[in-house]
């Protein structure tokens, strides 16, 4: 066998909706692609397994649910496969939910109020999808069609295992990769069916909790950040192996720069108080954050990270402009560590990249804008360690006044960051990766069905 066929092949299956599971697969992918010769590294993007109405409607659904109804996100991140099952097959759903869904109908199949989408150019997940919640907002359906709900609902399931499939059987690779826990989940149903098991398979968690589906995922491997999740998926008696391997981070996080040498490289005084606000990538709440820090103290100096995924609205650009000497606003991302590393503070979205990064730094963190669910992990998380607080947006200005004038305090917490930060997360994952699957290359595979 020649030496191009015998490259190491890894799939890693990441979730575009947010920037932290696609952060974490590409510093997988950069360690792999370091560590081992010639390695060969591909992507499959969960919403890639949709089409792009059916991703749109979901991901719209999702967004409105997490910012108008925290606590029905909350009821729903929460809820196990078992509670799936119960509701499928009762035939409702949780109220705020069923309102969203409802919504995502009109909105993104009104041509469904009368009949089914089907037919040319329409896709067999938007039928199957559109039946689905019509069967939920149906009361006259709701006693005679329970079954058919779930069914409805296993017939979507099994169209996306069969297309992530088909994309890992195309691909042929000697590990599989998931950063996100539903490709994880799908990845799981896969292998419980027989097939890829022959094939070495790795969770990583992104987040400083854990949810049932990783518990119950199946995979191989469950690589996490914090001893604190290896305790937690033991007491849930997961199948699978863990290993704590820390957050996977850019390689830029491993010698991030001094403070005062990211300062000057963003064209900041070295002498006054600043701010990181970051908001993920959808910006949330950071336009509002800015605003504020600039009214409250002239000589705070501000770093903004505007996102990607839907730009900040045209206020941050204007208050970047006007005030060019204390706001640096970077729409993303390269930069990261310099960004994290110039500030006293971060401030903003406790994602758990965001809050590895400011880990890796030696940075306190306030969280702000929390989207419960898996961001109510991280924040319990950064409360437990003493690196950060949650504080309410109104109550933002006066905590980081509090900090700021407290250099005692700032230094505890910026020891404890420091203590819980791991920055060679990715290369630890990457070894594993390699120990378990490089020495078998090119040898696993499946046949097809």
């Known amino acids: 066998m020649g030496a191009e066929s015998e490259a190491m092949k890894t799939v890693i299956l ?49 967004l409105e649910l997490v910012s108008t109804a925290p606590g029905a996100y909350e009821e729903l991140y929460q809820l196990t496969e078992k509670d799936w099952q119960e509701h499928f097959r009762a035939g409702h759903l949780p109220p705020a939910i069923d309102r969203v869904a409802a919504r995502a109908v009109e909105t993104r199949f009104p041509e469904a109020r009368g009949r089914l989408p089907m037919g040319r150019g329409v896709s067999l997940d938007e039928t199957l999808l559109v039946a689905m919640l019509r069967r939920f907002q149906s009361p006259s359906r709701r006693v005679t069609g329970r079954l058919l709900g779930w069914g409805l609902a296993l017939g979507i399931r099994s169209l996306l295992m069969a297309r992530l499939l088909n994309k890992l059987q195309a ?49 191989d491997f469950l690589c996490v950040a914090h001893q604190d999740l290896a305790v937690e998926l033991e007491r849930k008696n997961t199948s699978s192996q863990v290993v704590v391997t820390g957050m996977p981070l850019i390689p830029e996080f491993g010698q991030p720069p001094a403070p005062a040498e990211a300062r000057l490289a963003l064209g900041l005084a070295t002498d006054q108080p600043t701010i990181l606000v970051t908001g993920g990538a959808y910006a949330i709440g950071v336009e509002e954050t800015l605003k ?24 941050v650009g204007e208050l970047s402009v006007a005030q060019r000497d204390r706001v640096r606003r ?63 947006p109104e109550s933002l200005i006066e905590t980081l006044r509090e900090l700021l004038a407290d250099g005692e305090r700032l230094a505890r917490m910026s020891a404890a960051a420091r203590r819980q930060g791991v920055r060679d997360g990715a290369a630890r994952i990457a070894a594993l990766i390699e120990e378990r699957a490089g020495g078998s290359a090119g040898s696993a595979r499946w046949a097809l069905p």
């Open 171 to 219: 691909l042929a690779p000697d590990a599989v990769v998931a950063t996100q826990m539903l490709p994880a989940t799908l990845l799981s149903y896969i292998r419980d069916n027989g097939e890829l098991i022959e094939t070495p398979s790795f969770g990583v968690l992104t987040d400083y909790g854990v949810h049932d589906f990783w518990a119950r995922s199946g995979l």
């Open 14 to 62: 990441t979730s575009g909706l947010g920037y932290g599971h696609t952060r974490a697969g590409e510093a997988i992918a950069t360690s792999l692609r370091g560590r081992v010769g010639a390695a060969e590294v591909a992507t499959i993007d969960f919403w890639s397994l949709m089409s792009p109405k059916v991703s749109a409607a979901v991901k719209e659904a999702y």
């Open 330 to 392: 970077i729409d993303w991302q390269g930069e990261m560590a310099s960004l994290v590393s110039a500030a006293d503070v971060v401030a903003g979205k406790p994602g758990g990249l965001t809050m590895s990064e400011a880990m890796a730094c030696g940075r306190p963190f306030v969280a702000t804008c929390s989207l419960a669910g898996q961001e109510g992990y991280n924040v319990r998380f950064l409360e437990r360690h003493g690196f950060g607080l949650q504080v309410a």
């Open 292 to 315: 504020g820090l600039l009214a409250a103290d002239p000589s705070w100096q501000i770093v903004a990270t505007t996102g990607g995924r839907r730009r900040a609205g045209g206020g």
